[in-house]
């Protein structure tokens, strides 16, 4: 099984190679292809990719800034895997919880699986209160109109099989694509489909 991972990146030089050589530390455990997509960033992210390839294996370089949800849309010709991830630049999330989000594809047969971090953690964060309940009021509204139920659908871990979506069925460039992509309307045969959640370290 080949695990790609797309990190679609903005002005991430602060971020950019530490993320890299987490992902990259994951090869001990996982067959995975790196896809790095260049959002026309503007300060030296490029630059310090253009210095490192050696820390992935395809690297995308977008003119202007798009968003993020074109970053991925960018990367997804260029995947080889059974298994798309999306992973931030930013070291919001640790490339640890691979095995994690993995697990359910390899126990139960998952087709989809949702990192959440308001999942009944052991300890948790004190957010801030208008975007915990942002968070908590988009979720909700995903959940009634698509007859759903999850935690944190704008966690940044999502993992799908390759074959289920084509990157031309996606519309939308921003960070409103992860629940774009979430949507029974987007995914094909979708009542056929597994759909998992899993916890994820708090940031």
């Not at 994951?26 to 997509?37: E, G, M, P, W």
């Not at 490029?46 to 993020?68: E, M, V």
Request: hydrophobic letters at 40%; a neutral charge.
């Amino acid at each position: 099984m080949i695990l790609s991972i797309i990190i679609p990146c903005f002005n991430e030089e602060n971020t950019i190679l530490e993320i890299l050589e987490k992902v990259n530390f994951q090869r001990k455990a996982f067959n995975i292809q790196i896809i790095v997509s260049d959002d026309g960033s503007t300060d030296n992210t490029l630059t310090l990719l253009q210095k490192n390839p050696h820390l992935y294996d395809i690297l995308i370089k977008n003119k202007i800034n798009l968003g993020k949800g074109a970053a991925i849309i960018s990367a997804k010709s260029q995947i080889k895997g059974d298994i798309i991830l999306i992973q931030d630049a930013d070291l919001e999330y640790d490339p640890n919880d691979y095995v994690k989000l993995l697990e359910p594809v390899l126990r139960f047969k998952a087709d989809v699986v949702m990192g959440s971090r308001l999942s009944a953690p052991p300890f948790t964060r004190v957010y801030y209160f208008w975007h915990k309940f942002g968070n908590k009021f988009i979720t909700l509204l995903f959940n009634i109109f698509n007859n759903t139920t999850f935690t944190d659908i704008y966690s940044c871990y999502i993992l799908f099989k390759s074959d289920l979506l084509k990157a031309e069925d996606l519309l939308t460039n921003g960070w409103e694509q992860q629940a774009e992509i979430l949507s029974p309307s987007k995914i094909k045969n979708h009542n056929q489909i597994l759909v998992g959640e899993i916890k994820v370290r708090i940031p």
